[in-house]
């Protein structure tokens, strides 16, 4: 059962991608139970955030996918001098992409007789703290999907530059945090460090506009009034808080084995 459910989530995924005018690369899957190590490390470290089984009752685990930028998207944004409208406009695209997308899961997962929950892509957390109550992020780093990287973002085996989505479900899907292998039909290890902080990488830090990335804690206030500077220059669009720089310097933006 645990493979069909994950092939579906996974052909839905891929379908609604396919059906964009934007370009991405192949989506990542993975999964983690509840009871895991791993998600509660995350709640104890995170304890704004809302835990899953107070979302659902009765979950069991968590499902979370990464839908990759392609390498021009990223690329563009990079070497701009300020976020490109484009950057924005896709920003907002795959917000509604992500929310139909899990909308989706979440029927098919109804037909099979599994309950399931999600939250929008974005906008989840509290204004005045800019915490997240729901982070997409942190429950694909508990699925495995990835470790944090200098910016504070999730560095999938496809780069960092995409957005996550997850789901809670009242079913047991895997053993661990892992990544699902559509080829193999089973869940593969989770990914591994790939960030390049140790041996002296620094782009990320040096492309950030505001110098938030330059403290330690990072600074969230600094970076949240950039964002809405931006949303602010393209009024004409929904909500585009977004910037990118971040996520588009490095050598973590696009990894090109997938």
């Avoid at 059962?1 to 891929?14: D, F, K, R, V, Y």
């Avoid at 070497?79 to 899961?105: C, F, G, H, I, Q």
């Avoid at 999730?154 to 047991?172: E, H, K, M, Y």
Wanted: hydrophobic content about 40%; aromatic content about 10%; glycine content about 6%.
């Amino acid at each position: 059962m645990t493979n069909t459910i994950m092939a579906s989530l996974w052909q839905t995924c891929t379908t609604f991608m396919e059906a964009q005018p934007l370009t991405y690369r192949q989506p990542i899957l993975g999964a983690v139970p509840l009871d895991n190590p791993r998600v509660k490390r995350w709640l104890e470290a995170h304890s704004e955030q809302v835990k899953p089984d107070e979302c659902l009752p009765g979950a069991r685990s968590i499902v979370a996918f990464f839908v990759p930028f392609s390498k021009e998207m990223a690329f563009a944004n990079r070497t701009a001098s300020y976020p490109t409208e484009a950057w924005a406009e896709d920003y907002v695209r795959t917000n509604k992409l992500l929310a139909e997308t899990t909308t989706a899961m979440i029927d098919q997962l109804a037909h099979m007789g599994v309950r399931a929950m999600t939250a929008k892509p974005t906008h989840n957390f509290d204004e005045k703290t800019l915490l997240s109550f729901w982070s997409h992020k942190h429950m694909a780093w508990a699925c495995g999907l990835g470790e944090f990287g200098r910016h504070h973002m999730v560095i999938t085996p496809a780069g960092v530059a995409g957005r996550f989505a997850s789901l809670i479900v009242d079913c047991v899907l895997n053993d661990g945090p892992g990544i699902w292998d559509p080829q193999k039909e089973a869940f593969g290890p989770p990914a591994p460090k790939l960030c390049r902080e140790d041996a002296g990488c620094r782009a990320c830090e040096r492309s950030c506009p505001t110098g938030a990335l330059t403290t330690r804690p990072f600074d969230r206030h600094k970076c949240y009034d950039f964002l809405l500077e931006v949303d602010r220059t393209y009024h004409h669009l929904p909500l585009s808080d977004v910037c990118g720089f971040c996520a588009c310097a490095g050598p973590c933006a696009v990894i090109e084995n997938r």
